[in-house]
Structure formats: C-alpha cells, structure tokens
C-alpha cells in the first residue's frame, strides 16, 4: 500500500498520547485518517520497550536485542534457539518477545477505539513474527491472586515479513486478532476490545534456528470505515460453567 495514503490524512495538531487512555484533545477521527502511535526515530523512542527471551527466565537459549539501526530505525535482532535446556523439565523453547511501554498505573491504557486498523512500516528477514494485543488487567474473581486468571490472556495475529532490501506497510483491522491462552487458540472467541489495551508485543518463535532482525519505521493507527467488520471467526455458543477449553 501507497505510504501517501496513509499520509494524507495526518493531522500534526493531533497527537495521541501514549500511557493515556484518551486522545489529547478530543478531536473526532475521520476516515481515511491515521496516526503515527510509535515513531522509531533516535535513542530515546526506544528506551521504554522491554525485550525478553527464553534465556531470561532459563529457558533456553534465545538471544534478542532492542538496538537503533544505521538508518536511524527501530531494530529488534538476535538469534532463535531451540535446544531444549537438559533440565528434566522442559519439552520445547525457543521465543523471544518485543513489548511496548506498559503503563505504570493499571488505570492507564492505550484507547484505540476510534480506529480499525494497525499499520506497521517495517523491513524483515522472511520470518513470520506473531502480533499480540493485552487488555489491560482486571481484576474478575475473588480467586484472582497476584497476576490473575486472565494475565496470560492475548490477542494474536501473524505479520508476514517478506525479507530483501525493501519496505514492506503492513494494514491488519483488529477483526483479524483472536484470542488465546499461553499460546493456545480459545474456542471461545470474543473482539478484543480496543479501548483498554494495555500493551502491544512483537513475538518470535517459529522454530526455526538462527538469526533474525526485524527493522521498524513506525506503528500507526488508521480508521477505515469501510470495514465494516467486527469479528473475524464464529463464535461457539459454551455453557454458562465454561469459559475456556484448554
């Protein structure tokens, strides 16, 4: 897709705030209009993102890094392990995640309500990286200790990377985004409910061995009010007792 189109309808005087569940002054979005949520361009646009891997929490052997490119752009690079630690106890590994600033207070969240899309300028390596979107947490049983029954909850979507020299504009509608639990597609599908997000993470572990390097210009948001579409998959009709399949 034609980056001008996108372009066309950025309005400089109106600029989302992240960690802030609001947009700065309220003014409606129109259609056909986006906004740069993240734009990578020096050192301190990356200071807040967070990398992990397996390797951190010895699981694996994963290593991944969070660095400024040489054309001034967010780079997420590394190499992709699988070994299995010889530990007795684990059966698969090899992961590692890229995640956006998380707000420090858990009344905080980002509110992209008034868009249907995320746009994302980047360059791969031929790899296919797993988008993910968290609500923010709540608290919704008495049983719900410390980081909750719904903490591993999130909403995926595969981004394609096509790998070579050139730019490559990535438009997903947040229709596509499906649930899943540690990694596990739900039954029991639901929209994801784009007015309370409370991070957004780029995460890798497509078994394959090896190095990979992931260059990011910017993440946007776009309302296309053409798409008319709210939710993607069929939803299955569980008793009232059941929430999950695991």
């Known amino acids: 897709m034609d980056e001008r189109q996108f372009s066309k309808g950025f309005h400089k005087d109106r600029f989302i705030c992240p960690g802030n569940s609001y947009v700065c002054n309220k003014i409606p979005v129109f259609h056909g209009e986006f906004n740069y949520f993240w734009k990578f361009d020096s050192e301190r646009k990356l200071e807040d993102w967070v990398v992990t891997s397996d390797s951190d929490n010895k699981q694996g052997f994963t290593r991944a890094f969070l660095a400024l490119s040489r054309n001034k752009r967010a780079l997420f690079y590394g190499n992709l392990c699988t070994d299995v630690p010889k530990d007795g106890e684990l059966t698969r590994t090899g992961y590692c995640q890229l995640r956006s600033p998380v707000n420090p207070s858990a009344s905080q969240t980002y509110n992209w309500s008034d868009f249907t899309h995320l746009?994302?300028?980047?360059?791969?390596?031929?790899?296919?990286?797993?988008?993910?979107?968290?609500?923010?947490?709540?608290?919704?049983?008495?049983?719900?200790?410390?980081?909750?029954?719904?903490?591993?909850?999130?909403?995926?979507?595969?981004?394609?990377?096509?790998?070579?020299?050139?730019?490559?504009?990535?438009?997903?509608?947040?229709?596509?985004?499906?649930?899943?639990?540690?990694?596990?597609?739900?039954?029991?599908?639901?929209?994801?409910?784009?007015?309370?997000?409370?991070?957004?993470?780029?995460?890798?572990?497509?078994?394959?061995?090896?190095?990979f390097h992931l260059e990011i210009d910017y993440i946007a948001l776009l309302n296309d009010q053409n798409h008319k579409e709210e939710h993607a998959y069929e939803r299955y009709s569980l008793e009232d007792h059941v929430v999950n399949v695991y």
């Open 119 to 211: 746009v994302i300028r980047m360059r791969g390596d031929g790899r296919t990286y797993g988008l993910g979107l968290q609500k923010n947490y709540k608290r919704t049983h008495r049983l719900d200790f410390a980081m909750g029954l719904t903490a591993n909850d999130q909403f995926h979507y595969p981004m394609f990377t096509r790998g070579g020299p050139y730019w490559q504009t990535v438009k997903i509608p947040f229709s596509k985004f499906y649930l899943s639990h540690k990694g596990i597609v739900q039954d029991k599908q639901a929209p994801v409910e784009t007015s309370e997000i409370g991070f957004f993470c780029i995460n890798l572990m497509d078994n394959v061995d090896g190095p």
